[in-house]
Each structure stands twice: as structure tokens, then as C-alpha cells.
């Protein structure tokens, strides 16, 4: 398992394959006191998939607006917490493929997706 204490920078970052997260750990110092990302990727493009999934835990926002991806992106089974505001914030991100959000906890925050466009969402039902 990964983990990565701070902030996380990946702005505008280019990615040849795919971005890989599962069972990683980010997390932003001082959580209670700021809305400072723990992972921030705006604009990034990632020619296939983002996997923020398989145990997946952020503390602190993710931020994946504006965000390119070729293929899907995969939160399955992972777990955002920002209690200052967004957890996920995938503000106006193109995703060629699929949005999976299954079996994802949401502890304080919210998640954004104003103005995004998946080629599928698979989330749960309720």
C-alpha cells in the first residue's frame, strides 16, 4: 500500500498510460482546517484509465477537474473524506469509458460533477 502525506500535485500532467491508485493512501495535513487537496490533478490527461479504487482512502479533496481520460475511471471500493467541502471534484472531466462508482464511501464532502461527460456510469442503486 502506498501513502503520500501533503499535498499530492499532478496539475496538467501527461500520462502515457493509465494512473494507478488502487489501495493508496493521500492524505492532507491539517484535514479539519483547510480545503487544500490531498490529490490534485486538474487537467490532466490520461490516455486510458484512472483507478482510485480497491481500498482507495483520500483524506483531504480530489480534484480531477477539467480532467482528459481515455478510458474509464474506477472508484469502486474506495473511500473520499473532505469535510471543508468537495472529496471528488471531477468538474467538467471527460471520461471516454466508464464512470464506476460502486460500493464508494463518501465520509463529509461532496462529489462534483457539474459539466462532466462519462461514456457510462455504473454506480450503485438505492
Known amino acids: 500500500m502506498s501513502r503520500a502525506k501533503g499535498l499530492t ?8 498510460h493509465g494512473l494507478e491508485a488502487m489501495q ?11 480545503d487544500l487537496p490531498a490529490l490534485n490533478a486538474p487537467g490532466a490527461r ?7 479504487s480497491d481500498k482507495f482512502h483520500a483524506k483531504g479533496k480530489v480534484s480531477l477537474s477539467g480532467a482528459e481520460i481515455g478510458g474509464q475511471l474506477n472508484c ?7 469535510p471543508k467541502g468537495d472529496a471528488l471534484n471531477a468538474q467538467g472531466a471527460q471520461v471516454r469509458d466508464g464512470l464506476f462508482f460502486r460500493n464508494v464511501e463518501v465520509t463529509g ?8 461527460h462519462v461514456g457510462t456510469l455504473c454506480d450503485d442503486l438505492i
Do not use: H
Open 9 to 16: 500535485g499532478l496539475l496538467k500532467c501527461r500520462f502515457d
Open 24 to 34: 493508496a493512501q493521500f492524505e492532507i495535513l491539517n484535514l479539519s482546517g483547510s
Open 46 to 52: 490520461v490516455k486510458s484509465g484512472v483507478f482510485l
Open 76 to 82: 469502486e471500493d474506495g473511500r473520499f473524506e473532505n
Open 109 to 116: 464532502g461532496f462529489v462534483d460533477l457539474s459539466s462532466a
